[in-house]
């Protein structure tokens, strides 16, 4: 097959898949180092980089941010349900909602429910206030709602690009697989808030939306130097605020299936919720497990070749815990807008900005 061939439709070579499970491990890291472990030049890894993104299969680069780390900080997702609005309204609205600086997420449903929204907020009634402000323009048409809030949010990984749905590993998958089976990364818990400057909170907004912004870059829009960037960067990472640096992708562009299930529990405690979380990583079809607040459950994202896939993960679960198993609610994730862990809050950084130069005038 010639590299034209693969760069059309939904075909996805060993090379995309090596590359992309590879950007997902860190997507921060300059192209010489993935050309090494793909053994690849530069050049044409350049080339496929780009090529994913000009097809839609990749969308961005969002940087993972432990809110908990924070202290005040907390991710809320809100399902609503609509009617009498077309598909092309929904879109319409979405999009519009995707570009405020405070939402985080934004989801197209086909099942339970119609749309996702998130965003982070301080406390429920602040995250009540941006929810508000952001489905105003469409409350008329909102016949259901329901928030939730993420306690701890489980990611897998994208093992499916290197293993079949049963566990085994696809012909000429990397060795890098071997080497990061069993890891996964886990955001969220009790705040235990590590501190941290204005100049985080901005090189962290900015990252959020672009984890491969180059640090002078950071340096040029926050006015501080490459070197003093660095070392905000590298001491948020080793501290837990920065978990890592991931990929957004549109599994739709490369014939993929997104579910997104609900899943309700007759009782949960922190020994069966580490069983099951532990558990579940052995699918490589599951993406994330997000752990909530509001009810004795959580969410799981499936990414799924086929049906049977997602119905393999789904039944061994059912089997195993069915005895704690209240409901599970199945939503098909037809468009992604925008998922982020940390939003933008450009107008409160400004006004923070405005803040610290009128006191720092006030005291010269």
Same mark, same amino acid.
């Given at each position: 097959? %010639?590299?034209?061939?693969? &760069?059309?439709?939904?075909?996805?070579?060993?090379?995309?898949?090596?590359?992309?499970?590879?950007?997902?491990?860190?997507?921060?890291?300059?192209?010489?180092?993935? %050309?090494? =472990?793909?053994? !690849?030049?530069?050049?044409?890894?350049?080339?496929?980089?780009?090529?994913?993104?000009?097809?839609?299969?990749?969308?961005?680069?969002?940087?993972?941010?432990?809110?908990?780390?924070?202290?005040?900080?907390?991710?809320?997702?809100?399902? /609503?349900?609509?009617?009498?609005?077309?598909?092309?309204?929904? *879109?319409? =609205?979405?999009?519009? !909602?995707?570009?405020? *600086?405070?939402?985080?997420?934004?989801?197209?449903?086909?099942?339970?429910?119609?749309?996702?929204?998130?965003?982070?907020?301080?406390?429920?009634?602040?995250?009540?206030?941006?929810?508000?402000?952001?489905?105003?323009?469409?409350?008329?048409?909102?016949?259901?709602?329901?928030?939730?809030?993420?306690?701890?949010?489980?990611?897998?990984?994208?093992?499916?690009?290197?293993?079949?749905?049963?566990?085994?590993?696809?012909?000429?998958?990397?060795?890098?697989?071997?080497?990061?089976?069993?890891?996964?990364?886990?955001?969220?818990?009790?705040?235990?808030?590590?501190?941290?400057?204005?100049?985080?909170?901005?090189?962290?907004?900015?990252?959020?939306?672009?984890?491969?912004?180059?640090?002078?870059?950071?340096?040029?829009?926050?006015?501080?130097?490459?070197?003093?960037?660095?070392?905000?960067?590298?001491? &948020?990472?080793?501290?837990?605020?920065?978990?890592?640096?991931?990929?957004?992708? *549109?599994?739709?562009?490369?014939?993929?299936?997104?579910?997104?299930?609900?899943?309700?529990?007759?009782? /949960?405690?922190?020994?069966?919720?580490?069983?099951?979380?532990?558990?579940?990583?052995?699918?490589?079809?599951?993406?994330?497990?997000?752990?909530?607040?509001?009810?004795?459950?959580? &969410? &799981?994202?499936?990414?799924?070749?086929?049906?049977?896939?997602?119905?393999?993960?789904?039944?061994?679960?059912?089997?195993?815990?069915?005895?704690? /198993? *209240?409901?599970?609610?199945?939503?098909?994730?037809?468009?992604?807008?925008?998922?982020?862990?940390?939003?933008?809050?450009?107008?409160?950084?400004?006004?923070?900005?405005?803040?610290?130069?009128?006191?720092?005038?006030?005291?010269?």
């Amino acid at each position: 097959m %010639s590299e034209s061939q693969t &760069m059309t439709g939904n075909i996805l070579d060993d090379l995309d898949r090596r590359l992309m499970y590879e950007m997902d491990l860190n997507s921060r890291q300059p192209l010489s180092k993935f %050309s090494k =472990r793909l053994h !690849i030049s530069v050049q044409r890894l350049d080339y496929r980089l780009r090529s994913l993104e000009r097809r839609g299969v990749i969308l961005g680069y969002p940087t993972v941010v432990d809110l908990c780390k924070l202290g005040t900080h907390h991710y809320f997702i809100c399902c /609503i349900r609509t009617y009498r609005m077309s598909g092309r309204e929904q *879109d319409e =609205r979405l999009r519009f !909602i995707a570009k405020d *600086d405070d939402c985080t997420l934004a989801y197209r449903f086909e099942g339970a429910w119609d749309a996702i929204v998130g965003t982070v907020a301080k406390d429920v009634f602040a995250a009540k206030v941006t929810f508000s402000r952001l489905l105003g323009p469409m409350a008329q048409r909102i016949r259901a709602k329901i928030i939730y809030t993420d306690m701890r949010i489980y990611n897998y990984g994208r093992r499916y690009m290197l293993e079949a749905g049963t566990g085994q590993r696809e012909a000429g998958a990397a060795d890098i697989f071997n080497e990061r089976k069993r890891q996964y990364k886990v955001t969220g818990g009790p705040s235990e808030a590590v501190p941290h400057s204005e100049l985080d909170l901005s090189i962290l907004r900015i990252l959020s939306a672009d984890a491969r912004t180059p640090s002078v870059k950071i340096a040029k829009s926050t006015g501080a130097s490459p070197e003093t960037v660095v070392h905000h960067i590298r001491r &948020m990472e080793r501290d837990g605020i920065i978990e890592g640096y991931t990929t957004l992708l *549109d599994p739709c562009k490369y014939g993929y299936q997104f579910n997104r299930i609900t899943v309700e529990l007759a009782s /949960i405690d922190e020994t069966r919720l580490h069983e099951i979380t532990e558990y579940m990583k052995r699918f490589p079809n599951m993406f994330r497990l997000i752990e909530l607040f509001e009810i004795d459950g959580f &969410m &799981m994202d499936i990414v799924s070749n086929t049906y049977d896939e997602m119905e393999h993960v789904l039944s061994e679960f059912r089997d195993r815990y069915r005895e704690y /198993i *209240d409901g599970m609610d199945l939503n098909r994730i037809t468009k992604i807008y925008k998922a982020t862990y940390f939003p933008t809050f450009a107008k409160t950084a400004q006004q923070g900005r405005k803040r610290a130069g009128r006191q720092k005038g006030m005291l010269a």
